[in-house]
């Protein structure tokens, strides 16, 4: 168990005001190299938030930080209301045990750069495993919800398929599948579609798209610069560990203010 | 024009000039007397003896010794030092031994305890301290005679041993997979042992089995070495002791090479069987497969029965 000694909680980080995610702060160390240096960051419920920078900025950890698959060293993160990774207690913020930590991030679904589907399971497998292992669904229902995913991915025709079989755009779309059994409250996108063909880039956004649209909650880190502008609701630019600038997608990218950003976009563009 | 092969037909006429030489020895040299053989190698002591030391033995030596070894790896890849560093010593101790000194060991046990008996620690030290006289708090025991049978110390040493090369197999097997595994299934909300039983483990087996085939058959040929415990009711034994009685030694050596073998290949189909399950969802199973029969030609069984040498 880790303690970590904060300043008392300043604000609420209620579910009330509408916000989904609420970052304040957050530090991320690996041994002496520093790379998140007080993170700040607000997402509302239902809105996709694309976070852009230079590679070794700090996005990927930033967002795994998020379901705690990195542990922060300081700041906090809240999702909907709950503090993610710890409880507190008296001005002390302390880890919360392993069991308590899964349970958080049932609410949170991850898609991988490299997709990371379990091979030795068939598409519908992969989807319906959490959800029947963790006695959320019960078998034969499970099994008809993973096809229906499936089939909104537009994989309806690959239940059976091993993920071997599948090329990377369809990797990615049942891993977006699998994500979304869990009915989750928000969606981290890290990098899904950098290790894509390009040809096989489209579909994947178009899934994106769609869940967009239906109002799932989305913080996507990427460099579709197109997407971003398209389907973005904010825009986060962050280099060397901070967040440089934010604000609505199309203002950024058209007048970005900071100079970092300008040679970022002047590069990606 | 079709290509020609003259080395081949010569490596051929080779092998069945040496293949005619080794017929005609088997079938000329009297020293075999197979009628002899056959007569003998199936009497009912050599085949109890076959069925509880040889098949039994490696059935239960291996089931304890693979269970004891996931524990051992898990313990030893774990977060917990103190795990890790009671995992790491077992392995180097049981490792260290070989098989034919432990059981030595192990059948010769009864030596320290005459009673293997279960209860508080350090029961009459403490009554010592608090003025009582040989006070004993121990819940049940047995004599170790009772207990510490030839078959149940052949057991121990064995499964023990084995156990500690398992670990490491297993260990191998669960570093082999990508590490994105698990993140993907932690960022489910699966937990640890969910996520191991689930995901880590079935992708492990793909990497643990084929060593595991050769541990068994390594196994099998080394309840032969059960005769330090000692352990009579055994296959090698059995034949030895008809060839010492009959002065026909060579037939019961070559008969308990006939059975090894028997045995040994039935293990091989189920070792192909094994290997096909697990390899599921690997479209280039062909590829894998003789890449990890390279790897394990280097790797498992060999270092076992190098160390234990007469095997």
Redesign the interface.
């Known amino acids: 168990m880790t303690e970590l000694i904060v300043p008392a909680q300043t604000g609420a980080p209620a579910a009330e005001s509408g916000l989904m995610v609420r970052a304040e702060q957050v530090h991320k160390a690996f041994g002496p190299l520093e790379v998140l240096k007080g993170i700040d960051l607000e997402v509302r419920a239902g809105e996709v938030c694309c976070l852009l920078g230079p590679s070794g900025s700090g996005k990927s950890t930033f967002l795994r930080c998020i379901?705690h698959?990195e542990k922060i060293n300081a700041g906090r993160i809240w999702v909907d209301g709950d503090l993610i990774g710890y409880r507190e207690r008296g001005g002390k913020l302390h880890e919360l045990r392993?069991?308590e930590v899964?349970?958080?991030?049932?609410s949170?679904?991850?898609v991988?750069q490299?997709f990371?589907?379990?091979?030795?399971?068939?598409a519908l497998q992969n989807v319906i495993?959490?959800p029947v292992?963790?006695g959320r669904d019960r078998k034969a229902s499970a099994r008809e919800r993973g096809a229906a995913l499936l089939e909104r991915v537009g994989l309806g025709d690959k239940l059976g398929a091993?993920?071997?079989?599948l090329s990377g755009g369809q990797q990615q779309r049942v891993?977006i599948a699998?994500?979304l059994a869990?009915q989750p409250k928000l969606m981290l996108f890290d990098e899904p579609t950098s290790a894509l063909d390009p040809e096989l880039v489209g579909e994947v956004l178009d899934v994106m798209k769609d869940l967009a649209r239906d109002g799932m909650t989305m913080i996507v880190v990427t460099h579709e610069i197109g997407f971003a502008r398209e389907v973005g609701d904010s825009l986060v630019f962050m280099d060397g560990g901070v967040v440089v600038e934010s604000g609505a997608p199309r203002e950024v990218i058209a007048n970005p203010r900071h100079d970092r950003t300008k040679a970022f976009l002047a590069k990606v563009l | 024009m079709p290509v020609r092969h003259p080395g081949r037909w010569l490596a051929v006429a080779v092998l069945a000039v040496l293949a005619a030489m080794f017929v005609h020895l088997l079938v000329t040299n009297d020293a075999f007397d197979w009628a002899f053989m056959v007569d003998n190698m199936f009497r009912p002591p050599i085949i109890e003896g076959l069925l509880r030391g040889t098949v039994l033995m490696t059935v239960s030596a291996m089931l304890i010794g693979v269970t004891v070894g996931v524990v051992i790896a898990v313990m030893r890849l774990s977060d917990n030092p103190i795990l890790r560093g009671v995992a790491w010593l077992y392995t180097w101790f049981f490792r260290a031994v070989p098989r034919l000194v432990l059981l030595a060991v192990f059948g010769n046990i009864g030596i320290l305890w005459s009673r293997v008996e279960f209860g508080v620690p350090f029961d009459t030290q403490l009554g010592q301290l608090f003025g009582i006289d040989n006070l004993h708090l121990r819940l049940f025991g047995f004599s170790s005679r009772d207990i510490l049978t030839g078959f149940m110390a052949g057991l121990l040493g064995l499964a023990l041993s084995e156990a500690a090369y398992m670990a490491e197999i297993v260990r191998a097997g669960i570093q082999s997979v990508d590490g994105g595994q698990t993140e993907a299934a932690q960022a489910l909300g699966l937990s640890r042992g969910q996520t191991l039983r689930r995901v880590v483990l079935p992708q492990a087996m793909r990497v643990i089995i084929p060593p595991t085939g050769n541990e068994t058959i390594a196994m099998l040929k080394d309840t032969s070495l059960l005769l330090y415990v000692p352990v009579s009711v055994e296959l090698f034994f059995q034949l030895d002791a008809v060839g010492k009685r009959t002065f026909q030694i060579f037939p019961m050596y070559v008969a308990a090479c006939l059975w090894y073998l028997f045995l040994t290949s039935i293990l091989l189909v189920g070792q192909y069987f094994l290997e096909r399950h697990f390899g599921k969802g690997h479209g280039t199973a062909g590829r894998a497969r003789l890449r990890l029969r390279g790897m394990t030609a280097e790797t498992g069984g060999g270092g076992n029965s190098g160390m234990v040498g007469p095997s």
Request: no cysteine.
């Open positions: 379901n698959l392993e069991k899964a349970a958080q991030r049932r949170i679904g991850m991988f490299r990371n589907l379990f091979p030795h399971m068939t495993e959490a292992l963790l091993y993920p071997g079989q891993a699998r994500a869990m």
